[in-house]
């Protein structure tokens, strides 16, 4: 079944206590993103990747980095959380073609985190 | 950034009623998309439209682009209490690369 898995689910941390959510994919899709969802303010998106080794920033990098090892995973990491970073997490991936990436996303089922 | 801004914000219909969706931006785009969120699920796509493109039909749904106004909107006919979610619109930059959701529109389908 094509889909997009993320781990955790659910995650309670603390402060400065450095953690990473996993994303993967089983599409062999080159396009892979994070995005955060607050309410009233929709998605926005942190970073994105083109390809392996190919990340970029998107809105609101602040506070996050990302790496592309390999195509189908794309982790989230989070150096030192603070509470401004609880939030509702999404990765997606998509398709591309010869170098366009305007096509579908497909969602993992979100990483709920509170930073206390 | 360019950015999606969906009205209403809101919308409470009966079963049987249809609902339409708006979606303003701010830039040139390549495509607008629609995706659908079940309460606190991940999002579902919906519709894909290109700038080229004027009109999209799939299933119940149609969805229209006017890049002269820079807004789209979504019609979902004879609605259903499963259509009940929150929609969103999404625009790409000009590379496709980055991509910028609106706060999105909360529809309430009641049987």
């Known amino acids: 079944e094509a889909q997009v898995t993320q781990n955790p689910r659910y995650l309670i941390t603390v402060t400065g206590k450095k953690l990473t959510v996993t994303c993967s994919q089983n599409m062999n899709h080159e396009y892979m993103s994070w995005y955060r969802q607050d309410p009233g303010l929709g998605l926005r998106q942190i970073y994105y990747s083109m390809n392996v080794e190919v990340t970029d920033k998107g809105d609101v990098p602040e506070g996050y980095k990302v790496s592309r090892k390999e195509k189908r995973n794309f982790p989230l990491i989070l150096e030192s959380p603070s509470p401004n970073q609880t939030s509702l997490y999404f990765c997606?991936?998509?398709?591309?073609?010869?170098?366009?990436?305007?096509?579908?996303?497909?969602f993992g089922p979100g990483t709920r985190l509170t930073v206390t | 950034s360019q950015q999606g801004e969906e009205d209403p914000q809101a919308l409470s219909i009966q079963e049987g009623e249809n609902a339409t969706m708006n979606c303003s931006y701010k830039?040139?785009?390549?495509?607008l998309q629609w995706y659908r969120q079940n309460s606190g699920r991940g999002l579902v796509h919906l519709i894909l439209i290109r700038s080229n493109e004027r009109e999209k039909h799939s299933g119940r749904l149609r969805v229209t682009l006017d890049t002269s106004k820079k807004s789209s909107s979504l019609l979902i006919t004879a609605s259903r209490a499963a259509d009940t979610a929150s929609y969103f619109c999404?625009?790409?930059?000009?590379?496709?690369?980055?991509?910028?959701f609106g706060p999105g529109t909360r529809l309430s389908v009641l049987p």
């Open positions: 830039t040139s785009i390549n495509n």
């Open positions: 997606a991936s998509s398709l591309s073609k010869r170098g366009v990436f305007n096509y579908e996303q497909y």
């Open positions: 999404a625009t790409d930059d000009n590379y496709g690369q980055n991509f910028v």
